[in-house]
């Protein structure tokens, strides 16, 4: 058997990337080599949603659902942010 599992993928890695690209004009003391370590402090705070099609997911979330997964999303790239640049400032101080 050889399955191809090349399109699976977790569906939250590209809202991620796509909201700290976004949002890193707003922390001009985190240079773009910080970018992805905010990508992995946030990705690591949602639950994993693994899909193979992005219109699979969005074909079956309502709403609702989807304005809450936006959110979280967002708390958790704001929280990455802060976190990430708090690590940073504490690596200066030593």
């Known amino acids: ?9 977790n569906h939250y890695e590209r809202p991620v990337f796509d909201a700290v690209a976004r949002l890193a004009a707003t922390y001009p003391y985190l240079d773009e080599d910080a970018l992805p370590d905010v990508a992995c402090v946030a990705l690591n705070r949602l639950g ?44 200066a101080r030593r």
Request: charged share 25%; proline share 0%; glycine share 0%.
């Open 48 to 91: 994993a949603r693994y899909i193979r099609h992005t219109v699979d997911l969005a074909f079956y979330l309502t709403e609702k659902e989807r304005l809450s997964m936006d959110q979280t999303i967002n708390e958790a790239v704001s929280f990455a942010f802060e976190f990430v640049q708090a690590r940073i400032a504490m690596r």
């Open 1 to 9: 058997m050889n399955a191809d599992f090349s399109s699976v993928h």
